[in-house]
């Protein structure tokens, strides 16, 4: 969590843990507790930012028209909400991740799948690769507190509750497994340099291997990204995340360790574009 000059409290998504059994056989869940604990943090100086801090009015001036996904290309607004839409991805990068979204409401949703994804990814929990992400994907206004919460945050028993080594790798003959993979976007708030998108994820974690004490399971989330327009992109401001909405479980038979960490070593992830 971190704080901006003017603006609200910043949550990115923590480790947690999942629930590969359904509800009638919940197991616990380090990677939420952890989220439980830095929630309660963030309440605090949450409440005590609001009352200092007066109506925040984002950077810049408006350099191109807002437009709907559905409408800015692609096939146009006749098409079907789950057909793809929309301009190509992007082809520029920053800090190994995609950047020069458009200044449109596609562009907007684009760019919240993109950093749903970096920041739920393996390289969250090296702290080199950790730190180049949130730099990539933040206001320059949040990133410092952020670094300092996140650092704190992905160390210690976090870790170890995930059966990680201490510097965040897995132990030897295991292949830990940390994707985000986007269902869906919607934008909720809009204005020309301030979005509110929400991203409808489903991710994998845990730790694929023989004799993994925490096997590779699914789950269902929702995160909401408040984007501002800084230096020409979009930038995560602040976030938060929520559970579901989580379709019924299928009764295909579970991969083997070894199917899932051949599966995740040798398909790639996506740019995602609306």
């Not at 869906?184 to 708030?189: F, L, N, Y």
Request: glycine share 14%.
């Amino acid at each position: 969590m971190s704080l901006g000059q003017d603006g609200p409290p910043t949550r990115t998504r923590m480790p947690e843990g999942h629930n590969p059994h359904g509800a009638a056989a919940r197991r616990p869940q380090p990677r939420r507790t952890l989220v439980t604990v830095v929630g309660i943090v963030v309440l605090l100086i949450a409440a005590i930012a609001f009352a200092n801090r007066g109506h925040h009015n984002a950077a810049g001036t408006a350099t191109g028209s807002t437009t709907t996904g559905s409408t800015s290309g692609g096939k146009g607004a006749g098409a079907a909400p789950t057909a793809p839409t929309g301009e190509h991805p992007v082809t520029g990068q920053s800090g190994g991740l995609p950047s020069g979204f458009a200044h449109t409401e596609q562009g907007a949703q684009s760019a919240a799948a993109n950093y749903a994804v970096a920041l739920g990814g393996v390289d969250m929990f090296n702290a080199a690769r950790r730190h180049q992400i949130v730099a990539a994907v933040h206001d320059p206004a949040v990133v410092a507190r952020l670094q300092t919460d996140l650092d704190r945050a992905y160390s210690g028993a976090a870790l170890k509750s995930l059966g990680l080594n201490n510097d965040g790798t897995a132990p030897g003959g295991l292949t830990f497994v940390s994707r985000t993979v986007p269902v869906g976007t919607k934008v909720t708030a809009n204005a020309a340099d301030a979005m509110t998108v929400e991203v409808w994820c489903t991710d994998l974690v845990g730790l694929a291997g023989q004799g993994s004490t925490n096997p590779v399971s699914s789950a269902w989330f929702t995160t909401t990204e408040k984007l501002v327009w800084v230096g020409g992109d979009w930038k995560i401001e602040s976030s938060s995340q929520q559970d579901g909405p989580a379709p019924v479980s299928g009764d295909q038979r579970a991969s083997t360790a070894d199917e899932i960490a051949g599966a995740v070593r040798d398909y790639g992830g996506f740019t995602y574009a609306r």
